[in-house]
């Protein structure tokens, strides 16, 4: 038997079949925002100033965020995190879905486009869904 018909060769080798299989995603994102609380210790402290003529005693009022609880000012926020966003982005795309349905159809390109456009936001739709949030932690800068 000559190279051509070994069966090891590569070029008589075949790709296996494409088989689905069920898989666990997971980011680790951040973001930065500015939030307000009043969940903190004030801490007064003395400090002074001067100028040419006089020295100023100036009270000064610092926020102790040892005992804060960020996640909760966070959550307390009118700040979006990742499932609230991907929430609006099922109801963005629900929208879109329905006004797809009014779409002109003139054209054969315009079905083709309308059925396009269908798939997209189908699976966009399909993606923004099922996501667990696993961990909030949300901590001073």
């Given at each position: 038997?000559?190279?051509?018909?070994?069966?090891?060769a590569?070029?008589?080798?075949?790709?296996?079949?494409?088989?689905?299989?069920e898989?666990?995603?997971?980011?680790?994102?951040?973001?930065?925002?500015?939030?307000s609380?009043?969940?903190?210790?004030?801490?007064?402290?003395?400090?002074?100033?001067?100028?040419?003529?006089?020295?100023?005693?100036i009270?000064?009022?610092?926020?102790?965020?040892?005992?804060?609880?960020?996640n909760?000012?966070?959550?307390?926020?009118?700040?979006?995190?990742?499932?609230?966003?991907?929430?609006?982005?099922?109801?963005?795309?629900?929208?879109?879905?329905?006004?797809?349905?009014?779409?002109?159809?003139?054209?054969?390109?315009?079905?083709?486009?309308?059925?396009?456009?269908?798939?997209?936001y189908?699976?966009?739709?399909?993606?923004?869904?099922?996501w667990?949030?696993?961990?909030?932690?949300?901590?001073?800068?």
């Amino acid at each position: 038997m000559g190279a051509a018909q070994d069966p090891s060769a590569p070029w008589n080798q075949s790709e296996p079949e494409e088989v689905e299989v069920e898989v666990a995603v997971s980011y680790s994102l951040s973001r930065s925002y500015t939030i307000s609380t009043n969940d903190y210790n004030p801490e007064v402290e003395d400090d002074y100033d001067e100028d040419e003529d006089d020295v100023f005693h100036i009270t000064v009022v610092v926020p102790d965020f040892t005992d804060t609880n960020f996640n909760q000012a966070f959550l307390n926020s009118d700040k979006l995190g990742i499932p609230q966003l991907l929430s609006e982005l099922q109801d963005l795309v629900k929208e879109k879905l329905e006004s797809l349905k009014n779409y002109p159809e003139l054209t054969a390109g315009d079905k083709q486009h309308k059925k396009f456009l269908i798939k997209k936001y189908k699976n966009i739709l399909e993606c923004a869904t099922g996501w667990n949030e696993d961990d909030l932690d949300v901590e001073a800068e």
